[in-house]
């Protein structure tokens, strides 16, 4: 019988859309085997281009029946689970096919999740043979008057969810009396559902690993994490885990931060300069940037796109330049229009090369094209779902979902690459 603890686990990871975060009501199954409500899918809809739908959390393009959201396929055993006790095998089986992680350790540590994998795989076939209606069943209890697929997938289901408690189970300690240790757990369902905590580095001061007024943040082509320490004039360095490496102090106050593939780091800031620095924190060169219309703004938000190019803004514009630092393009203009901007941005990019434009004074974000044309625009000043208060650093995934510090609602939201809100990653 799982824990109480394990039945919250499992009930927040696998029995709540991930659209309203609440229970589900009217669970429909899409061809890709996530489930969502059926009013939050016809919501969805009602945003789209009349006849297409896409999947929330993978995006992959769903084919509708004529009468829409309703003629999805109901996902029974979700709508089952959610009217009986919940017991060990009652998960939300749409969600065992998006993503099962295990750590490439694990199985230092005995019990090897093979079997919880192989049982997974089977489940996965099985599931796409459940919304296919592709599926027999030779041996069949005759006092069981359930249909023959739900008695198959709970079964494989039961294993599965066994499996998985036994490795989030700890280990007796070993013969040699070294204590005992916790084994990983394996991951289901989409990566933002499955987000850990690891470590928080938060202290106010100037000492190693204390900050004044940090401002942005980025990953070294090495993986160590980089803070721009402004209000202290240095960049920190950390590893993966957290732990502090080294400092590195400037002459000037950093705003924002990037990195070329070469391993160069990029620091703004300083006028209208970017500082470049090596990998050994020494500055190689330094980027001049003309033709800014604001002349008592620095460089502030800048980031490096697919072709190497560099976005930085200055005041309301937006500079696109070339690795070595000739201006490509400029555009934005001050306003509040599909091409105006206000002085308070922050820039990053998708893997289309499309540029994401996080904009302060306007409480927006903007998305342009990689030649500066405007795309679209998102977001809108509040505190309810989808709205903004201050957006300030952002950021997008391999998924071109934009990740973006909603700071005076103290949270960080997430949206999909169309600008529709997700869910909130983390609040205060």
């Known amino acids: 019988m ?13 029995l709540v859309c991930r659209v309203c975060f609440g229970d589900f009501k009217q669970p429909k199954i899409l061809p890709c085997l996530h489930t969502f409500c059926q009013p939050c899918l016809e919501r969805l809809l009602a945003t789209e281009p009349v006849g297409k739908l896409s999947c929330p959390t993978c995006r992959q393009d769903v084919p509708l029946p004529k009468n829409g959201g ?6 029974f055993l979700v709508k089952k689970q959610l009217e009986a006790p919940m017991k060990a095998a009652e998960i939300d089986l749409a969600s ?14 005995g019990r090897s999740p093979t079997g919880v994998i192989s049982v997974a795989g089977e489940l996965t076939g099985h599931l796409e043979q459940v919304t296919s209606g592709n599926i027999t069943e ?14 198959r997938a709970q079964k494989d289901m039961s294993k599965l969810v066994v499996g998985i408690n036994q490795l989030r189970m700890p280990t007796t300690s070993s013969p040699e009396g070294k204590g005992t240790q916790t084994r990983p757990a394996v991951a289901i369902g989409d990566c933002f559902a499955t987000l850990k905590h690891i470590k928080t580095v938060r202290k106010y001061g100037t000492g190693d690993g204390e900050f004044e007024f940090p401002t942005s943040v980025a990953v070294t082509t090495e993986g160590d994490i980089v803070v721009a320490d402004r209000s202290n004039k240095r960049l920190q360095f950390f590893g993966k885990d957290g732990t502090f490496k080294r400092k590195l102090y400037l002459s000037f106050l950093p705003i924002g931060l990037a990195v070329l593939p070469s391993g160069e780091l990029l620091v703004t800031g300083d006028g209208h300069r ?30 490096v796109d697919g072709r190497e190019r560099i976005i930085v803004n200055i005041g309301y514009q937006v500079f696109v330049l070339s ?22 941005l922050r820039v990053t990019v998708n893997n289309s090369n499309q540029i994401v434009v996080s904009d302060s004074g306007n409480e927006n974000m903007k998305i342009f094209d990689p030649t500066g044309h405007h795309v679209l625009t998102f977001g809108s000043r509040g505190s309810g779902p989808g709205q903004l208060d201050s957006p300030n650093c952002v950021i997008t995934d391999i998924q071109d979902n934009i990740i973006v510090a909603n700071s005076n609602n103290h949270r960080i939201s997430l949206f999909s690459r169309d600008g529709t809100f997700i869910r909130h990653v983390l609040t205060r």
């Open 70 to 75: 309703q003629g999805l396929k109901s996902n």
């Open 323 to 344: 690795s070595n630092g000739d201006i490509v393009l400029t555009f934005g203009d001050k306003g509040q229009g599909h091409q105006q901007l206000s002085t308070y």
């Open 2 to 14: 799982a824990s109480t603890s394990s039945y919250t686990e499992i009930t927040e990871e696998f």
């Open 138 to 151: 030779n041996t069949v209890d005759s006092k069981d008057k359930r249909d023959p697929s739900e008695r």
């Open 96 to 109: 065992a096919k998006s993503c099962i992680q295990v750590t490439d350790h694990m199985s230092e540590h």
């Open 274 to 303: 970017i500082h470049v620095l090596d990998k050994q924190g020494r500055e190689s060169r330094v980027i001049h940037v003309t033709g800014a219309a604001v002349k008592g703004r620095a460089t502030e938000g800048i980031c």
